[in-house]
């Protein structure tokens, strides 16, 4: 049962557009709800910079990640995860991106 939580999330993340990945990624990555092996001021910096290159609109104005549902949602299964579970989707997540 676990491991479907886990799947889940990964075809969710399989859905969604670069830049839906990348505001993921820094949700992941600043949210002290998180237990990530990771250095995650790294990669917040790092996902960070890319997605201002991609995006324009997160590169001008403060951007609120609240108007976005689908990362809210996927954040509140990710804090529900043990956390083994949040390092396989972080794993999955990074490597997609990168």
């Known amino acids: 049962m ?3 939580k886990v799947k889940y999330l990964i075809d969710m993340i399989n ?10 990624a820094i949700c992941m990555s600043n949210s002290s709800y998180t237990n ?5 001021p790294e990669m917040y910096v790092r996902f960070d910079n890319m997605l ?9 104005t403060l951007i609120n990640f609240a108007k ?6 996927a954040m509140a299964k990710i804090m529900e ?7 396989q989707v972080a ?8």
């Open 68 to 73: 976005y549902h689908l990362i809210m949602f």
């Open 36 to 40: 990530l092996k990771y250095d995650k």
């Open 81 to 87: 995860m043990a956390k083994e579970e949040q390092n």
């Open 2 to 4: 676990e491991t479907d």
């Open 52 to 60: 201002k290159e991609i995006d324009e609109e997160y590169r001008t």
């Open 15 to 24: 859905d969604m557009n670069i830049k839906n990945k990348l505001r993921l």
């Open 91 to 98: 794993l999955y997540l990074f490597n997609n991106i990168f």
